[in-house]
């Protein structure tokens, strides 16, 4: 749990069957998504919409925190998301489909689910209803935020302190940050992190620090007199949705500019690397896995890498056709 709360919110793994459980790819020596599984079970991990407005699991004793940090307030409801509030606020729980049902007492057809479901993640990024995702059933219902959660009050927590809390535990996580490292991980407006980011620093929670490699960013504190290891060689594959890779979007998006990217390489610390292809439902192929490493290394460490990719893709539904152009 330490390591789940400092990375918070967790995503599913991208790609993943809807309603799975967040998943700590490679950072845990047990089956993570069975455990995650579990205390979702028992609320103890609770799902929301966070970075950005995207799914993110966070320990159910820290849901005020980072409601306050990431909600996206509502000035005015609209027509639908004022018909699906009142529905939920005068019978909920319900599932999508007992809303439709119930919404044929406005009107006599009743809401589409095309309506229901849009107004209902608004409503969701708004912190306003909540969604009781305990296993990967699509019948799940949802509630009212406020009913579901009397003791959370998103008004007690200041903004800027919720933010700095959370921001806190990412520089924790993470060490060093550039502000587009922030940014790309968080979704928050640039103005509000740098504030932030202001209010820390005065705190002595980070310190200001430039690398000619990193560029310019910031340190914890609690690191900054630490003696540097070096780091071990290896490769592991990261999805999408892995807080790692959320924190360099902007830097891989440039990095791969052009390609269709399923995964991406950390190697020996560093993303040089990239899994090529088109994601399908069902089986798909690995087009290329292409590695930014000089010629003689990338030879040599071959084998590494693709035992890297196989590890998610390998049997009848998926092949790896080629390893940095060239077939296999």
């Given at each position: ?6 990375l ?36 103890t ?30 000035k ?128 002595g ?13 910031w340190l ?51 993303f ?53 152009g060239?077939?296999?």
């Amino acid at each position: 749990m330490p390591l789940f709360r400092l990375l918070q919110p967790v995503s599913t793994v991208a790609y993943a069957y809807p309603g799975s459980p967040p998943g700590l790819v490679h950072r845990t020596a047990f089956e993570h998504h069975k455990v995650a599984d579990l205390l979702r079970g028992k609320q103890t991990l609770l799902k929301g919409r966070f970075l950005g407005g995207g799914i993110g699991y966070v320990c159910a004793d820290d849901l005020a925190i980072y409601a306050t940090a990431f909600r996206k307030p509502l000035k005015e409801l609209n027509y639908l998301q004022k018909t699906v509030f009142d529905i939920l606020d005068g019978t909920g729980p319900l599932t999508p489909r007992q809303i439709k049902e119930e919404s044929q007492m406005f009107d006599g057809e009743g809401l589409l689910n095309k309506e229901i479901m849009p107004a209902l993640h608004r409503l969701q990024t708004a912190f306003l209803v909540f969604e009781d995702q305990q296993d990967t059933d699509w019948e799940r219902g949802w509630n009212t935020f406020s009913a579901e959660w009397p003791d959370v009050d998103l008004e007690d927590m200041d903004w800027t302190e919720a933010a700095m809390e959370v921001l806190r535990r990412f520089f924790q996580a993470n060490v060093f940050a550039t502000l587009e490292n922030v940014k790309d991980w968080s979704g928050l407006a640039l103005k509000s992190l740098k504030l932030v980011i202001a209010e820390l620093e005065q705190s002595g929670d980070l310190v200001p620090f430039e690398d000619a490699d990193l560029g310019a960013g910031w340190l914890f504190a609690d690191v900054v007199d630490l003696k540097t290891q070096d780091v071990p060689k290896m490769t592991l594959m990261l999805h999408k949705a892995d807080p790692l890779v959320q924190a360099h979007a902007s830097e891989l998006k440039r990095q791969f500019a052009g390609e269709e990217v399923l995964q991406y390489l950390l190697i020996d610390g560093e993303f040089k690397g990239a899994v090529l292809g088109h994601w399908r439902i069902g089986p798909h192929d690995v087009d290329n896995v292409v590695v930014e490493l000089p010629v003689k290394e990338r030879s040599a460490r071959k084998a590494e890498i693709l035992d890297a990719v196989s590890w998610r893709y390998q049997g009848e539904n998926h092949q790896i056709l080629a390893y940095h152009g060239k077939k296999i």
